[in-house]
């Protein structure tokens, strides 16, 4: 269970994922041992699941994001269809849905051309009928903050 001590740890982790462990155990008065067995103990549990790092796609000439909807025939090429997930670069983020299709996933692409590309080779995959693809033309809100 967290106590509010863990509860104000992971709201500073939050808001800057590269504070020191020293400035941390400050914050929140603990000892730098005491912070650490604490960080352990909530990485162990899953509790934090990871640290990253969010970089500018524009820097990388990464100019288009788009959402593409799945529209599988069943679940039967689920698994192939993850494999082929896991081993696509330019799809960030994929999850199984309810409603229209079977699968949303985020995905991030040179231009035209590179979406063009990935959406063929998507529709290749077996099991996949269709796709759906929305443009994103600008972004109000990106985080992996969660309200604790």
Do not use: N
């Given at each position: 269970m967290l106590?509010?001590?863990?509860i104000t740890i992971l709201k500073k982790l939050q808001e800057n994922g590269r504070i020191k462990r020293n400035e941390l155990a400050e914050l929140?008065?603990?000892?730098?041992?005491?912070?650490?067995?604490?960080?352990k103990k909530l990485e162990e549990n899953r509790i934090i699941d990871g640290y990253y790092t969010k970089l500018n796609r524009q820097k990388f000439n990464l100019d288009i994001m788009a959402f593409i909807v799945v529209i599988m025939d069943s679940s039967k090429n689920y698994e192939k269809l993850t494999d082929h997930v896991k081993k696509t670069p330019e799809i960030l983020e994929c999850h199984a849905i309810?409603?229209?299709g079977s699968h949303i996933m985020k995905a991030v692409v040179k231009?035209?051309?590179?979406?063009?590309?990935?959406?063929?080779?998507?529709q290749s995959w077996a099991g996949v009928n269709r796709t759906v693809t929305n443009f994103v033309l600008s972004t109000i809100k990106e985080t992996t903050n969660i309200n604790i």
């Open positions: 106590d509010s001590l863990d929140v008065g603990l000892s730098l041992p005491s912070l650490s067995e604490r960080l309810l409603g229209e231009d035209t051309k590179s979406l063009e590309h990935l959406l063929s080779k998507i």
